[in-house]
């Protein structure tokens, strides 16, 4: 099979695309013929090293996708030759095929269209529990998204909006600003504006996938607030000084999807209830960028440039 590959950490430069053995089949997996391979940031994470990866020379990046099932292990129960699914916590998805454990491979649902599941899987799963497993905010609430335009932010701004939640948050371009408002925030700032002196102390919540602007985003917190950290698209974050926190009965709260997706039953209840938000129009997303797999090393420039909007797609 063709696939896209590293066997050294560092830049974009060192992916490279060739043929590699086709997977093995172990009992319980199915294998998938990959029809949309969605690109994360931490796939870039896992291609520098500063991510855990599993243990395997050369390394297939890639952790989500969706595709048609085209054999199945001797004791698999839960799928069959010829459905789609998709998955978005197995190894080494940048590939034709992938060996996908039988209860990480989700059946597609009927109602949305395979671009657009390829596109809100992981980042969708991601916002569905920041939003209900961490920030749990109640109607009327108001909250603060940093990179409110990206992936996961557009998906959590909609489905907190759909909540009754009020959303505001930030941007890079007007463009970005434009596409977050039409989504449903009230107020969307631009970075490079002053905006956050009128903003001390507004917010219920806060949730940060930035990184270096945790220290904005406390300032942000109202007393008893919660700050949601999980992720560093724009770099590490600094060093929290807890008493500070303690003082204003702040807390912080982190959490990371793969501790959330513990068993089969678990993602197929978490997707459904992302979907259902789908299904009820409640979300948009951009168009994706998509590339084929074989420009591997343009997606992934791509997406640390912070340049694109939404998702980017690879296609085998
Ligand atoms: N905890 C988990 O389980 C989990 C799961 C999935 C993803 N994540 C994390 O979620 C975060 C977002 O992922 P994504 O897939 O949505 O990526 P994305 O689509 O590329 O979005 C990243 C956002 O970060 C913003 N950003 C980048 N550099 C910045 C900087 N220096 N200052 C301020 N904002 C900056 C960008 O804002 P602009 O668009 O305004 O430029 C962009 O909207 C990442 O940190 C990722 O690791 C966490």
Not at 61 to 77: F, H, N, Q, R, S
Request: glycine residues 10%.
């Amino acid at each position: 099979m063709k696939a896209l590959y590293f066997d050294r950490f560092g830049g974009p430069e060192v992916l490279q695309y060739g043929t590699l053995p086709d997977p093995k089949l172990a009992d319980h997996d199915v294998l998938v013929k990959m029809a949309y391979i969605g690109l994360n940031f931490a796939d870039i994470y896992r291609r520098k090293g500063t991510y855990h990866i599993e243990k395997s020379t050369p390394y297939i990046d890639g952790y989500e996708g969706l595709g048609m099932i085209i054999a199945v292990g001797k004791k698999v129960t839960k799928h069959r030759l010829g459905e789609k699914v998709f998955f978005v916590d197995v190894p080494f998805a940048n590939s034709e095929l992938v060996a996908v454990p039988e209860s990480h491979a989700i059946k597609v649902p009927a109602e949305l269209n395979d671009k657009i599941i390829a596109c809100v899987g992981l980042q969708g799963l991601t916002a569905d529990f920041l939003a209900h497993d961490l920030g749990k905010n109640r109607p009327n609430q108001t909250v603060f998204i940093h990179g409110i335009s990206g992936g996961v932010g557009q998906i959590l701004s909609q489905i907190l909006t759909a909540d009754g939640v009020n959303v505001y948050g930030v941007t890079s371009t007007r463009e970005k600003q434009k596409v977050a408002l039409t989504q449903g925030a009230k107020e969307v700032f631009l970075r490079n504006e002053p905006w956050l002196h009128d903003w001390l102390e507004r917010f219920d919540t806060v949730y940060d996938g930035v990184g270096v602007t945790l220290e904005q985003s406390i300032e942000l917190l109202k007393h008893k607030g919660n700050l949601v950290f999980y992720g560093m698209a724009g770099g590490n974050p600094p060093k929290v000084d807890l008493v500070t926190l303690l003082s204003q009965s702040k807390s912080i709260l982190t959490g990371d999807l793969w501790d959330y997706l513990t068993d089969y039953w678990e993602r197929i209840a978490r997707s459904k209830r992302l979907f259902s938000y789908f299904i009820n129009h409640q979300i948009h997303i951009s168009e994706p960028t998509v590339f084929p797999l074989k420009d591997g090393v343009l997606a992934h420039k791509l997406l640390e440039s912070g340049n694109n909007v939404g998702k980017i797609l690879l296609k085998p």
